[in-house]
Structures are given as C-alpha cells and as structure tokens.
C-alpha cells in the first residue's frame, strides 16, 4: 500500500531563511505524482507545488523547489526567504491508482512557524 | 467564479442523531472526494466518486454515507454508527484523469455534543 510519512510535526524558521520539510513515500509504481499543499489557519487547503516521477528536473514555483529523490522515495520541499505568510501545516501527498480510481494520499502534516 | 462551495462552516450534532454535510462544486470536475482530517493524522479518505450514481469507500468509510445523483453535488451523511465523528472534514474535486492536483473547499467543522 501507498503510505506518506513527514516525520517532522513541527518546524521553525526564522523570516528570511531557508527551510526545508521533509517526506518519505513508499510505492511500487514506476510512474506517479507527488505534491505540496498548505493549509493556512483559515484550513483552505493551497497547492503548492506538484512534481511528476517521469521528470528528473525538480519543480520550482518561485521561493518554492522540491528535492526529488526518487530512488530514495524522498521529496523535500525547501521554502527560501520565509515569510510571515508561509507559516502553516504543510501536507505532502502522493496521487495513488487503486482499483482504477485515483485518490490523494496524504502524510501526516508539518506544522511550520515563521520567527520574525 | 468557479469552487466548491462546503455548508455549513460549523456544525453540531447530538449523541445519536445523523448529519448531512453539503458540497456543491460549479468545476464541471468529475472526482469528488471527502477527506476527514484529526490532528495529529492529516487527511484520511472517507468516500469519493468518479461518476455521477457511482461511489467508492475510502480508507475510513464505516459510519459514513454519501450520494452522487449529479455532478455538481456530493453530500455527506455522518450517521449515528460514527462513534467518533468530532473532526474538520474537507471535500475535494479532480478533473478527469488530469494530475495537477486536487481543489478543496473550505471545509466543515463538525462538533458532537
């Protein structure tokens, strides 16, 4: 079975540095998608940003970029320049086929807080 | 513009009574899904529908009912055989067989009391 594991519940940042989250996944399929979604105090869940297994190139979306690992299932999400605005739980989630039908499966969660 | 639209925002349900909670999207998009999220335990699939008459359950269906009569509308029902339905529940919808992600709505907080 498709599982997502953050092993980090929460982390801290000071504004204007470097942060990254961590996410293991485990698959046995070849070809499959992974993303970032945010979830701000209002609990309106955001995409971040998404990345496709087939692409070697890691996916950027401005102060955004990812560390795909594939070999490793790891997929990190690096946060340049922290701002106020970034703090929130950060969900990592991979795109399952089971039984046909495809469905999010998401980890755990990290909680991110910006120091100003 | 275009969403997904949950109702209510907050809701309370007595020990034993059963509730609906709503979700209207006007995406045109195929998949609706539901997702329970507790602390601690991110989102947990309850149910979801690629078609319009046609359901699948999740990882967590037991207590839970829902129906797909059209496109746009995907209710929710927690029945009183959901011994622990106090949670934030969020539905979702996908277009066809695109990966860009899924939308969410905002969400119902659901408090027994």
């Known amino acids: 079975a498709q599982t997502v594991t953050q092993s980090q519940p929460e982390m801290s940042v000071q504004e204007a540095e470097t942060v990254t989250l961590s996410c293991t996944y485990d698959t046995s399929e070849s070809d499959y998608y992974l993303f970032w979604y945010k979830q701000p105090p209002s609990r309106q869940m955001i995409l971040v940003i998404r990345q496709e297994a087939y692409k070697q190139q890691n996916a950027t979306e401005n102060r955004f970029s990812v560390n795909f690992q594939k070999a490793a299932k790891s997929f990190s999400l690096k946060i340049s320049d922290s701002q106020l605005g970034d703090a929130a739980m950060y969900f990592c989630a991979y795109r399952a086929i089971i039984q046909g039908a495809q469905k999010l499966v998401f980890g755990q969660g990290t909680r991110l807080t910006i120091n100003p | ?113």
Not at chain 2, 50 to 64: M, P, R, T
């Open chain 2, 1 to 113: 513009d275009g969403g997904i639209t949950q109702s209510p925002k907050y809701l309370f349900r007595k020990e034993g009574q059963n509730v609906t909670l709503s979700c209207e999207q006007n995406l045109n998009h195929d998949a609706m899904y539901w997702y329970r999220q507790d602390p601690g335990q991110g989102l947990r699939l309850i149910y979801y529908s690629q078609i319009v008459n046609d359901f699948q359950k999740g990882d967590i269906a037991e207590g839970y009912s829902v129906s797909r009569e059209k496109k746009e509308s995907f209710p929710l029902t927690v029945t009183s055989a959901q011994k622990n339905p106090t949670a934030f529940y969020l539905c979702a919808t996908r277009q066809g067989a695109q990966n860009y992600g899924y939308t969410f709505g905002s969400g119902t907080r659901l408090t027994v009391v």
